[in-house]
């Protein structure tokens, strides 16, 4: 699933007339640099869900022909992270499945990033695995991180007011049933997260790529000064 469906606030101007993944970023649009990395790791079927401008997403995904995409419609209501992952469950054949968000640009490092997660995943310790990134190769990020992540790769929440020396990436493999019994509602991600802190079946591994946090116009033009160097 790709989620698609924020009001991208923080990149005016440029989103006054289109949606933040619609933004390119070196000749590309954000939304279709991650539907490129689902077609490279062989996914068959993207689900996105959209609501702010869009009309203009589903036109736009009409020209690819490399994956069967399906549109899960929120302009009725915005639902969050997880709020829009419930809505869309019934779309999404696969089990576990992969949730990318559209608005941080990533390289993959000597391995492709979502086969390595699904190398990684093991249905009998975790029911979520995160892609996450040093906070000090976060490029564009400037917050004070978001994760804990010990030497078997449970991973804990930042404590307030301290610094995490990891980030999330804003990718990551799930669970079904995580969801299965969630109501449609707006609800942050973290509810799901949460959850599985006490039984530590929230996982983590490090990306060995570049990650950027494209997040407002300037970052737009940082991050193509980077790639242009990468």
Not at 29 to 48: E, N, S, Y
Not at 151 to 175: C, D, F
Not at 191 to 201: E, F, G, I, N, P
């Amino acid at each position: 699933m790709v989620l698609a469906a924020g009001l991208g606030k923080r990149m005016r101007p440029l989103t006054a007339t289109r949606p933040k993944p619609l933004i390119e970023v070196a000749g590309r649009t954000l939304l279709d640099r991650a539907l490129d990395h689902l077609v490279t790791a062989g996914v068959g079927r993207a689900v996105i869900n959209t609501h702010y401008f869009a009309d203009q997403i589903d036109a736009h995904v009409r020209g690819r022909r490399d994956l069967d995409i399906r549109l899960s419609d929120e302009r009725g209501q915005l639902l969050e992270t997880g709020g829009g992952v419930t809505k869309a469950l019934p779309l999404i054949d696969a089990d576990p499945f992969y949730v990318v968000n559209s608005d941080n640009l990533y390289v993959d490092g000597s391995v492709d990033t979502l086969k390595l997660l699904a190398q990684r995943w093991d249905p009998e310790a975790m029911d979520a695995l995160l892609l996450l990134v040093p906070l000090a190769r976060a490029c564009g990020y400037e917050g004070r991180g978001d994760f804990h992540m010990d030497a078997a790769g449970h991973i804990r929440r930042r404590v307030e007011h301290r610094v995490a020396p990891y980030v999330y990436s804003g990718i990551q493999l799930l669970s079904k049933r995580l969801f299965e019994a969630q109501p449609v509602e707006p609800f942050s991600m973290w509810r799901v997260w949460d959850s599985l802190l006490a039984s530590k079946r929230l996982y983590g591994i490090v990306h060995s790529g570049l990650w950027f946090h494209v997040g407002t116009p300037a970052a737009v033009t940082e991050t193509e000064a980077l790639l242009a160097i990468s």
